[in-house]
């Protein structure tokens, strides 16, 4: 470790020295966190609760209804465990990353070290560019859970107050995320936990006002655990994505964290608990006591909190007041949805234009760490929810909205294989995996697994883009569908264009700096633990813990 610490200082004076640290072989101009002047307020509790349940909205409430129509209860639990069980591999990959390097943009600029400054580019602009779209769907989606109340208000009113109110928290910068952040996923969190003990009570018949008595299993046998076959379990990928978008948030937020390497492997762990909780147990107990033909799960999509399954549940076993709760909640989860898109598509941008590849002035970051244009910039997308009040407002939403339809696909698969060919180039240089400071439990394997799943699942968006379930093939809802990939591979060429083809189309492992954005570490010096089957149980523990 001496040598590898001298290394490290001697790099980082050096570049110092020239003013311009850059990637190995990439010629991409890429400052470390310290030179980067946003701020480092996320304590250890903001990072777990953005882990935890940070992301947890519309997608889970409300489009799970959908997957459950088109697929079944069993479709539902196969595909958000496999998504869920990519998502774990995932992040897991990226702790190990954002522990060592907790750079501006994290899988953005790892993307631009270890894979290629074009497919850095344009992951980085379509991920941004996701949220950005994202937020304004938030909003109008906040807007529709109230009318779950008050129908006589224009739901364009509540689209003002919801952008003033975000506006409001941008003031306070990062810090002001990490509270509301925290303050909103305690409230998500405690909303799940109490839906799944009622829901454990309803399929008991332990509720007297539910004339259906004891349920059990009776659903997953009429109407049956699947529907629409092979199909309809494919289209489970693109509910579930959208569910689990935001689970790689706690990454990008290293560079704003006081101490990554003690927040961050405890947050990235707590993602095997808000996958299986949160997602496949609530999931689990929808699937048993809302019936998959329910015709109102056929309007269970975007922002219809009407149709939510979770309050079909509630409203099936005939409790009063209670979808009203629920209600408020899902417009809690919105809120803080639309929350998570500022942070998200601020920080990748400012990131961006701070290494060459966006507009110079949205890399201005103000003395409190807020990268004031790019939240500008944000904020005037957000001002797209307002196309809803025309009557072709739906329509050129969707379009819009497909431009992130497969964003997460795209920004999950490129970190497995970014921690893939870290983790080579860290061999060929020389180092070894004790000189670490976190490991992701799962190794390369499970990025390999990860990044194999991806691929699986961008085939299966494909097909049942295709082919949609019930439905004939409709080249309208195949690109309003799969309209992400052209645009990624058209941001991919174009930076290849710029830059006149030049460099190979892969980083070489001897070429990439492995130095330049690592963070001081002063490190205990551990021995390392070897691998049998006897500590087996202990490891998978402390993975997960």
């Not at 830059?499 to 490190?523: E, Q």
Request: hydrophobic share 50%; glycine share 10%.
């Amino acid at each position: 470790m001496e040598k590898t610490d001298r290394e490290f200082d001697e790099k980082k004076i050096s570049d110092e020295e020239n003013g311009s640290p850059h990637y190995g072989g990439s010629g991409v101009e890429v400052l470390p966190a310290d030179q980067a002047p946003l701020v480092r307020e996320l304590k250890g509790r903001h990072m777990q609760m953005i882990a935890i349940g940070g992301s947890i909205g519309a997608g889970l409430f409300v489009g799970s209804g959908s997957a459950l129509s088109n697929g079944g209860p069993a479709s539902v639990l196969l595909g958000f465990i496999i998504v869920g069980t990519m998502l774990l591999f995932t992040v897991q990959a990226l702790g190990e990353l954002a522990v060592l390097y907790p750079v501006n943009g994290a899988f953005y600029t790892y993307a631009v070290r270890f894979i290629d400054p074009a497919w850095g580019f344009a992951m980085g602009w379509d991920y941004a560019l996701s949220w950005l779209i994202v937020l304004p769907f938030e909003i109008t989606a906040a807007g529709i859970t109230i009318q779950y109340w008050r129908t006589d208000i224009n739901i364009g009113v509540w689209i003002a107050v919801f952008l003033v109110v975000l506006s409001a928290i941008q003031i306070f910068g990062v810090r002001g995320y990490g509270e509301v952040e925290f303050f909103l996923s305690v409230i998500k969190i405690v909303a799940i936990l109490g839906f799944i003990i009622l829901a454990i009570v309803i399929d008991c018949g332990g509720v007297k006002s539910d004339p259906r008595g004891y349920i059990g299993g009776k659903y997953w046998y009429e109407p049956g655990a699947f529907r629409n076959g092979f199909q309809g379990f494919c289209a489970v990928f693109v509910t579930a994505a959208f569910a689990f978008g935001g689970t790689e948030l706690v990454g990008l937020a290293a560079a704003e964290a006081a101490d990554p390497r003690k927040t961050l492997p405890t947050a990235t762990k707590q993602v095997f608990w808000r996958i299986t909780f949160f997602y496949v147990i609530s999931l689990l107990l929808v699937g048993l006591i809302v019936p998959s033909d329910s015709p109102d799960l056929l309007n269970s999509s975007g922002a219809n909190t009407k149709f939510s399954p979770f309050i079909i549940a509630i409203q099936l076993a005939g409790i009063q007041g209670l979808p009203s709760v629920f209600n408020a909640v899902i417009t809690i989860s919105v809120i803080s949805v639309a929350n998570s898109c500022t942070f998200a598509s601020t920080r990748t941008i400012q990131a961006l234009s701070l290494n060459g590849m966006g507009p110079k002035f949205l890399a201005y970051v103000d003395k409190r760490g807020r990268p004031i244009w790019c939240i500008v910039l944000q904020i005037a997308f957000g001002l797209l929810a307002f196309i809803n009040e025309a009557s072709v407002g739906p329509k050129v939403f969707n379009w819009l909205l497909a431009l992130s339809g497969l964003s997460y696909f795209f920004v999950w698969a490129s970190i497995c294989l970014c921690h893939i060919r870290f983790r080579k180039a860290w061999k060929v240089q020389g180092h070894t995996l004790e000189e670490l400071p976190y490991q992701a439990s799962f190794g390369v394997i499970g990025s390999w697994i990860g990044l194999g799943l991806n691929v699986i699942a961008l085939i299966a968006t494909f097909y049942t883009s295709l082919y949609p379930p019930g439905g004939s093939p409709d080249p309208q809802a195949f690109f309003s569908n799969y309209l992400a990939a052209p645009i990624v591979i058209a941001l991919y060429l174009g930076w290849k264009v710029k830059t006149g083809f030049k460099g190979p189309w892969f980083v070489r492992s001897h070429n990439m700096d492995l130095l330049t954005g690592m963070r001081a570490l002063d490190l205990d010096p551990l021995p390392p633990v070897p691998k049998t089957l006897k500590n087996l149980p202990n490891r998978i523990f402390n993975g997960l813990f």
